[in-house]
């Protein structure tokens, strides 16, 4: 073997060692970011930010802990038209999205970056009929893109997490779109829990979505924001937010729906204080 082979194969064997050391690192790293507790400075802040984190069992409340300190270290936030992001908002953002994944394995392993403005904010849309284009402006709360970023209005997301019982979050709303597209494609059906069956999956909120549609059309009464209408994706995302914030309706009303996310997401809200 020449010098400069000698030279070539040790070069490759640092390297390898490097991608190997930094793997490791990494690993370590997430291991003692999910085993960490929060500060009573920032427990305080999340308990009167998120006042439904006060419900929690013991228990879950160390996982989120660990889960919302991994977030921290992992997600940047960006303040949008002028707004300094503060403690706060970082905190009780983090809390309300770790909710949703505090007792599973699921994480946002392709979210980096969450972008707040101070209220609501306009998004241009693309609507396509036939062969006519047109773009509109619309008055956006939050929106949630694939891979990132996840776009809040900060004023609704103190709202939202404020009342913990009138089914309204935009922070479980485009979260539980970032859950969704984990399977790759946004489209209601994320990747489900072990023991999970898609055929069930399928008959709950396909049947929950029809009955859903009729009594927006007839203008009854519905247990869901009449916006999950619109699609099986936004339902989806519609029926999380009353998943955590209206348990015992949900229970109650819409049975076999509460039973998939309770599987989904290992939670049993209506069992919480």
Not at 267 to 272: K, V
């Amino acid at each position: 073997m020449s010098t400069g082979q000698i030279i070539l194969l040790l070069l490759l064997v640092l390297a390898a060692g490097a991608y190997v050391f930094r793997g490791w690192s990494k690993r370590q790293r997430r291991k003692r970011l999910l085993a960490s507790e929060l500060s009573g400075h920032q427990r305080a802040i999340i308990e009167k930010s998120v006042p439904l984190v006060r419900r929690l069992p013991p228990d879950l409340r160390r996982k989120l802990e660990g889960k919302i300190s991994l977030f921290l270290d992992q997600i940047r936030f960006v303040g949008c038209n002028g707004l300094d992001v503060t403690e706060e908002m970082r905190l009780s953002i983090a809390a309300q999205a770790c909710l949703l994944v505090a007792n599973t394995n699921t994480w946002y392993r392709n979210l980096y970056t969450i972008l707040i403005y101070p209220d609501a904010f306009t998004s241009r849309r693309m609507e396509q009929d036939g062969y006519v284009v047109t773009e509109r402006q619309t008055a956006r709360l939050g929106e949630s893109w694939s891979r990132g970023p996840v776009i809040l209005s900060w004023t609704d997301v103190e709202d939202g997490a404020a009342d913990a019982h009138d089914g309204h979050n935009v922070v479980f709303h485009e979260f539980a779109h970032q859950v969704d597209d984990l399977s790759g494609h946004t489209n209601a059906i994320p990747v489900l829990s072990k023991g999970q069956s898609f055929r069930d999956w399928e008959h709950a909120f396909v049947d929950a979505f029809d009955r859903h549609v009729r009594n927006v059309e007839r203008g009854h009464r519905t247990l869901f924001d009449a916006y999950g209408a619109t699609s099986h994706v936004e339902f989806f995302a519609v029926a999380v937010e009353v998943f955590f914030e209206k348990p015992f309706e949900m229970k109650s009303e819409e049975a076999d729906v509460y039973e998939q996310l309770a599987s989904l997401f290992r939670l049993d809200p209506a069992s919480w204080g």
